[in-house]
């Protein structure tokens, strides 16, 4: 019987896989070849980058390994495929570009239905210092973990660098923002040790791009350019699961006299008696009030029944 060791999906391109031996032995930490196994690509199931998975040797020299077993995922992103997502730092421009808002508030119900752990980074605050305070101030008070930056500043940063050292954290952003920048300077130590970091990261500069796992103290980050062109509608979020990405207005909730409350025109609402004291943020609330509104006209314009 073939020695099976555990592993992880750090890339795939063209129907071959590079995992990361995890297992403890002789290859732990090396990164090897691997096909996936009829069975598994009949289930449709296709191995993905994040991936646990269990590989045994093919005796093959141009394809080593052969993955027999994906595990249990947490999640999935749709685009990029990536699974197992522990964190997403998402990062946007307090000026140059504006900062959409919406965008940002999307993602963060997103990321909220899937589990993965958001870190807000506002970026380019030497451009807009007073800016960057406010839409930090407007996020913490929300619930968020946030920083902000100045080229790449963030980088240096012991509690952002401690969140994103373990586990695997993703980078999304609209272009424009310093992402890269960003990127790079969490790397700054390890590119002047090996060289080869920097050339993974500047892929997104070219016109075929292969998204991959590059290793971070414990963990691994990576570069997650299509989740800022995620639906929600699409990805199937439901008009009453709008609040996951409002942490705010879902606390504030318990107060409210109906436990039903869609909180917009409902009597003696908890969320519309803190907008109305100054307590919850207008733009927060307006945007819930639209995504509320819009999946619940699209739920019944294409999906059935709405919840009740």
Sequence with gaps: MANILSGIVTKGVGGLYEVKVTSSCELEGARVTCGARGGIRQTKKIPT??????????????????????????????????SNLDTIVLVF?????????????????????????????????????????ELRGIYSRAGYDVFVSD??????????????????????????????T???????????????VSDRLKRGKHTTRHVELVDYGEGYVIDTPGFTSLSLFELGVEYTEVVRGF????????????????????????????????????GRYERYKEFYEEL????????GRPKK
């Design 151 to 180: 080229r790449g500043s963030a980088a240096n940063d012991k509690a952002l660098i401690e969140m994103i050292s373990k586990g695997i954290t993703g980078f999304a952003g609209p272009s424009g923002v310093g992402k890269s």
């Design 93 to 133: 421009a307090c000026k140059d570009p504006v900062p959409d808002l919406k965008l940002l508030d999307k993602m963060l119900i997103i990321s909220a239905g899937l589990d993965i752990r958001p870190v807000i980074v506002f970026t380019k605050e030497d451009l807009e210092q007073d800016s960057c305070n």
């Design 247 to 282: 942490p705010e207005i879902a606390e504030l909730a318990e107060g409210c006299r109906f436990d039903d409350c869609r909180h917009i025109n409902e009597r003696d609402c908890a969320v519309k008696a803190a907008l109305e004291e100054g307590t919850v943020d207008p």
């Design 49 to 82: 980058i994040g991936d646990h998975v269990d590989i045994s040797s093919t005796g093959d020299p141009d394809v080593p390994y052969i993955i027999d077993r994906i595990h249990k995922r947490r999640n999935i992103l749709v685009r990029p495929p990536v």
């Design 296 to 303: 619940y006209a699209l739920r019944n314009t294409y999906g």
């Design 182 to 196: 960003l990127i790079n300077s969490f790397f700054e130590d390890e590119i002047m040790k090996t060289g080869s």
